[in-house]
């Protein structure tokens, strides 16, 4: 994103004609963390489902623009070889996909240089949905959440969408920007070039930015137009209650097509501004502490992404590009019990778990059938743990986490936890129980885990034990409920 805002006073676009169905908004929001997730969409009755976009593979691109920047200098900088690298890599992968490919040199950029253009050759010609990131980054660094993200994260649809090759509705565009950083004037020389007719096609031009801050934010341009619709409907099916880009306004791509008066939106997750307090508590992260503290840096590299953050903007423009070019489906729940074999009696499949824990021994009983997961009691220092990932459907109303749980101990403390129990989705602590939670049976735990909507986590149960008196734990019926 470039440093400076180029306008204050940036009207709001709408875009007649089109209709979104919107979602209503779970009341729990999800922090960003460094959790690698995935999110399937459920599709309506009526209409085809968006993809899942994997992460592993935007992830895969990332690496590839890292070692790219390594390669040429440390950074990619338009005009630079590390820029020119950066644009064959897109190229070649988009060539291979089907894409109508051009480069368009732009003659009036600080560093002259060459924007990309892809088209996927489906729909309407004079109907034409936009997206686009600016693929060049600063000096300073090899500049991947400003702007890899966006990049990869347009990659990566794109060839979803030529893999899937549905029909489409209307024709997609792609486009990555060059010498953005240097005034935003790839994308002007772009819009400059349109004639009057060629931008009426265009009916809507979506921007990607810097969408995978480590701190970062749900930031929506232009939030409550029309055009910002599907993007927000995706958001709001996460629970995600998305703001305005105020940040963003006149500093990024989508702002000379804006002044064209072609409806404009896009993703962002924050820059050097620092996140409140409010939003530290409804998206997690580190209140007044920067969304991307390596902006504009030499540690801008891979390590400075938001798995999360960034996965949630790759998902939405799944969702968005099938709404407005191709017809889905609005996230919907698709009600289910997500742990297999909770009640541990098929074996250890698929629980991956220490050595003993999965057991019908005699010393503990199970809550039902013969088998249980045991984890510690031994009275030395001990960690054991039980695990297995599950997937959380979007757009339900409850998400409910349970298990029985029986505590033994030895210890004759009430009130030094010595011996504990964590419960954790992914890298998040859900509950910790210890040698105080002692029972004479099971008891039923149960955990609100509706902050993970629409990812797939993995749950762990870890055991701890200190050097002597032993604490036992053990589940049974371990169930993940969405309704």
Not at 192 to 200: E, F, H, K
Not at 220 to 247: F, H
Not at 396 to 404: D, I, K, Q, V
Request: a neutral charge; proline letters at 4%.
């Amino acid at each position: 994103m470039r440093g400076r805002t180029l306008s204050a006073g940036i009207a709001l676009a709408v875009f007649a004609g089109m209709t979104v169905p919107l979602v209503a908004q779970p009341a729990t929001a999800s922090p960003p963390t460094a959790t690698t997730v995935t999110r399937p969409i459920a599709a309506s009755a009526a209409a085809l489902a968006a993809p899942d976009i994997s992460i592993t593979n935007v992830q895969a691109h990332l690496t590839q623009f890292n070692a790219i920047a390594t390669s040429n200098g440390g950074n990619r900088r338009a005009g630079s070889a590390g820029y020119t690298a950066s644009l064959n890599y897109v190229k070649t992968r988009l060539q291979s996909a089907g894409y109508t490919v051009s480069e368009q040199y732009c003659s009036s950029c600080r560093y002259p240089s060459n924007n990309l253009i892809a088209e996927w050759p489906g729909g309407p010609a004079d109907q034409v949905v936009m997206f686009g990131a600016h693929l060049d980054g600063v000096a300073a660094g090899p500049g991947i959440n400003d702007n890899a993200t966006g990049s990869s994260t347009l990659l990566e649809n794109a060839l979803v969408l030529a893999a899937q090759n549905p029909t489409m509705t209307k024709r997609v565009r792609f486009a990555w920007w060059t010498d953005e950083e240097q005034g935003l004037n790839g994308s002007r020389f772009y819009v400059n070039s349109l004639s009057a007719t060629q931008r009426g096609y265009l009916k809507g031009y979506y921007n990607f930015d810097m969408v995978g801050s480590t701190n970062g934010g749900y930031f929506i341009n232009r939030v409550t137009s029309t055009t910002a619709a599907p993007l927000k409907a995706y958001w709001d099916s996460l629970g995600l209650q998305p703001e305005e880009n105020v940040e963003g306004q006149g500093r990024s791509d989508d702002y000379y097509f804006q002044q064209a008066g072609i409806p404009t939106s896009g993703y962002a997750a924050g820059a050097s501004a620092r996140k409140t307090s409010a939003q530290a508590a409804k998206w997690g992260g580190t209140a007044n502490s920067a969304y991307d503290p390596c902006y504009h840096r030499s540690c801008d590299t891979t390590a400075n992404v938001s798995a999360t953050v960034l996965n949630r903007a790759a998902d939405g423009v799944a969702y968005a590009l099938w709404q407005l070019a191709v017809g889905g489906g609005t996230p919907t729940c698709t009600g289910s019990q997500v742990v297999a074999n909770g009640g541990f009696e098929s074996g250890s499949t698929p629980w991956t778990a220490s050595s003993g824990v999965i057991t019908n021994a005699s010393g503990q009983p199970a809550r039902t059938g013969s088998y249980k997961a045991w984890l510690n009691g031994f009275g030395s220092t001990r960690t054991e743990s039980l695990s297995q990932s599950v997937t959380l459907p979007a757009g339900c109303a409850t998400y409910t986490l349970s298990f029985w749980l029986h505590i033994d101990t030895a210890e004759t403390t009430g009130s030094t936890a010595y011996d504990r129990l964590t419960v954790q989705a992914g890298s998040t602590t859900l509950a910790t129980y210890s040698n105080l939670n002692a029972a004479t049976g099971y008891v039923q735990r149960s955990l609100n885990v509706a902050g993970f909507a629409g990812q797939t986590v993995t749950l762990r149960f870890t055991g701890t034990e200190d050097s002597s008196l032993q604490t036992t734990f053990v589940l049974d019926d371990v169930t993940l409920q969405a309704s």
